[in-house]
């Protein structure tokens, strides 16, 4: 499943609507640390000027808060094990390379559903960490803001430096950042390739699979994310 894009409802702005909440900027450089969660961890993987992607581990049975984003549309791929992606009224089930799309202000929660727990990669655009409002949560936060500094510590390599690192595999998921120098570029990737655009432009962050990838659509020099499955070794 890729592609599915989730819209603002009358629950969605009803709910934010009735909380109280601040428009924050985050000025902090999220580059190799990673955000202690009490579902699990999180990190930055790639950041420009137009989104960030994070890559979240989620313990069995654990999830994130239900919360929105009032100026960031996002994308959820996930990348090992299976997670249940809910709404304020619907529940969506992905497994490995399946993609979801929310589009701000639209209310949502992902747990993971696999034993081993579960592995996700989240697109957000424009880049903001702190563009986030929490309506409840398992573990108390509802209504508070993102992690504060003392759930973060260094580790290195944890984020790509493009453009002289450019892939890294994550279980059995290979993510490579591609710019692209030729219209053809492309073809030389599985059609069953998922692919998201990185750099300006109005699908930015949107997931779809290379079959369905409009090419010509797009312009020279545009930075690309592309997802494939490797077997194990």
Not at 65 to 81: A, F, R, Y
Not at 84 to 90: K, V
Request: charged letters at 25%; glycine letters at 4%.
């Amino acid at each position: 499943m890729t592609d599915n894009i989730i819209s603002i409802t009358s629950q969605d702005k009803n709910a934010l609507k009735n909380l109280n909440y601040q428009h924050l900027v985050c000025n902090i450089d999220f580059k190799d640390l990673l955000v202690s969660k009490p579902w699990g961890s999180e990190y930055l993987i790639f950041e420009n000027e137009f989104c960030a992607i994070w890559i979240l581990d989620i313990n069995y049975m654990e999830n994130t808060s239900m919360h929105c984003h009032p100026q960031k549309e996002t994308s959820l791929v996930c990348i090992d094990g299976e997670v249940s992606c809910n709404t304020l009224n619907q529940s969506y089930k992905l497994k490995a390379l399946d993609g979801i799309r929310f589009s701000k202000k639209v209310f949502h929660q992902t747990q993971s559903i696999s034993k081993k727990g579960s592995c996700i990669l989240e697109i957000e655009t424009p880049v903001n960490k702190f563009d986030l409002v929490r309506i409840n949560d398992t573990y108390g936060r509802q209504g508070k803001e993102y992690e504060d500094k003392k759930h973060y510590k260094k580790v290195n390599d944890l984020t790509l430096n493009f453009p002289i690192n450019l892939v890294k595999t994550i279980k059995n998921t290979k993510l490579e950042i591609v710019k692209i120098h030729t219209i053809n570029q492309l073809d030389n990737y599985d059609k069953n390739t998922t692919i998201a655009i990185l750099s300006k432009h109005s699908d930015c962050g949107k997931i779809s699979k290379l079959n369905d990838f409009k090419k010509f659509d797009i312009f020279l020099d545009t930075t690309v994310i592309l997802f494939s499955h490797v077997e194990n070794r």
